[in-house]
């Protein structure tokens, strides 16, 4: 099945063919070093460029290596670099790609559920300055996204739930019948049975595809995607939960916030809480001082004129953005069970 994202497909299945042929004359394919133990050979003609496995590689020195192998190997401006791997790959990847001569095409073929709902659509690239993430980076759209979800059969099942934390996000903002079918259909997503995971990717990608044809460089309304990660990523930062661990937990304290300010019943909350515990998720906020994490808000990208700016629910599959006041926000830590 295909679904269309600016201009470009996204194409989902279990064993995608993929033609490269027609992307480039010279190609390059940038993996980890857990995607090349596991699917090195998945494009056997081409040279590939192993990195480091993990976030470090998100790094200006990993940047500069990639960039002088891409001179190396003679890369020009007719030629394509493929991404096979996590968020991690495809970030780097499509920033080399988007930089490399003011740009030069690449192709995304996603092999985390993170990666495949996520990352590999919608064309933001970049790399880490020292711990400040995702501080460099450019737009770039790739020229196609492949995601086999045949891939996932080897994932940890933490780095699964990392994903399904995003999948969960999409019911939220935009899809009801999304957040229905996970509710419904839990043992056999966890069972990563075929039919069900190439149902949420393709719904996880419609949605995001949507969003991005409509705001593709996050002026405004794109901002709904981050519905959780407000205090996700205060909650990432200090603590060991994954990024889609630390987003369930700001999803269900955003939710909370949203009922405290009268945007949204109880009962929504109660659905969301049960859900992402029902996948496994931790929903009791680890010990982390209160000031920190408030701390960590503020000084967060998406405080405008002193006011974070929230994406509040109103009901499953609908979300507005709202600015929120620090006493409001203290309010709603401070009371938690
Ligand atoms: N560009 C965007 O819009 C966007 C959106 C969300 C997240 N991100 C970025 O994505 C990154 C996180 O992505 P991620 O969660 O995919 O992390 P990752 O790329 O680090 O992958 C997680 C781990 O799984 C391994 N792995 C990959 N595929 C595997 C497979 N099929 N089987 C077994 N192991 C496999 C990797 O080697 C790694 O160890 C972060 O850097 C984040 O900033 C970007
Ligand atoms: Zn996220």
Do not use: W
């Not at 269309?4 to 027609?22: E, F, M, P, R």
């Not at 494009?43 to 200006?60: C, L, N, T, W």
């Not at 987003?247 to 009962?267: K, P, W």
């Amino acid at each position: 099945m295909q679904v269309n994202c600016l201009d470009y497909q996204i194409h989902i299945g279990t064993k995608v063919d993929i033609d490269l042929s027609s992307y480039g004359t010279k190609f390059l394919v940038l993996m980890d070093t857990n995607t090349e133990r596991l699917f090195g050979d998945y494009f056997p003609d081409y040279p590939r460029i192993v990195v480091e496995a993990g976030e470090a590689s998100k790094s200006m020195e990993t940047y500069d290596h990639v960039l002088t192998e891409a001179l190396k190997h003679g890369l020009d401006r007719q030629s394509c670099i493929v991404a096979l791997g996590g968020g991690v790959v495809g970030d780097l990847a499509g920033f080399v790609a988007g930089t490399y001569m003011r740009g030069i095409k690449f192709i995304q073929v996603p092999t985390t559920l993170l990666a495949q709902v996520d990352s590999s659509v919608g064309g933001k690239t970049g790399i880490n300055l020292g711990n400040t993430k995702n501080i460099v980076g450019v737009f770039h759209q790739p020229a196609a996204v492949y995601c086999d979800t045949s891939f996932l059969a080897h994932l940890p099942e933490k780095e699964i739930r990392s994903g399904l934390g995003e999948v969960i996000k999409y019911g939220c903002i935009k899809d009801p019948e999304l957040f229905s079918y996970l509710e419904e259909h839990i043992e056999q997503i966890v069972a990563l049975n075929p039919e069900h995971m190439q149902h949420i990717v393709q719904r996880s990608c419609e949605i995001k595809a949507a969003v991005v044809q409509q705001d593709e460089k996050e002026s405004d309304y794109r901002r709904i995607l981050n519905f959780g990660h407000t205090i996700g990523h205060a909650v990432e930062v200090h603590s060991t939960l994954t990024h889609g661990e630390s987003i369930a937990l700001g999803m269900v304290l955003e939710a909370q916030l949203s009922h405290t300010l009268g945007v949204c019943d109880e009962e929504t909350v109660d659905r969301i809480t049960k859900l992402l515990q029902a996948y496994g998720f931790t929903t009791q906020l680890p010990d982390i001082p209160k000031e920190q994490l408030l701390e960590k808000i503020k000084t967060d990208k998406k405080t405008i004129a002193g006011k974070t700016h929230y994406v509040l629910l109103e009901a499953i599959g609908n979300v507005r953005i709202q600015p929120v006041t620090e006493a409001q926000l203290n309010e709603v830590l401070c009371n938690l069970p």
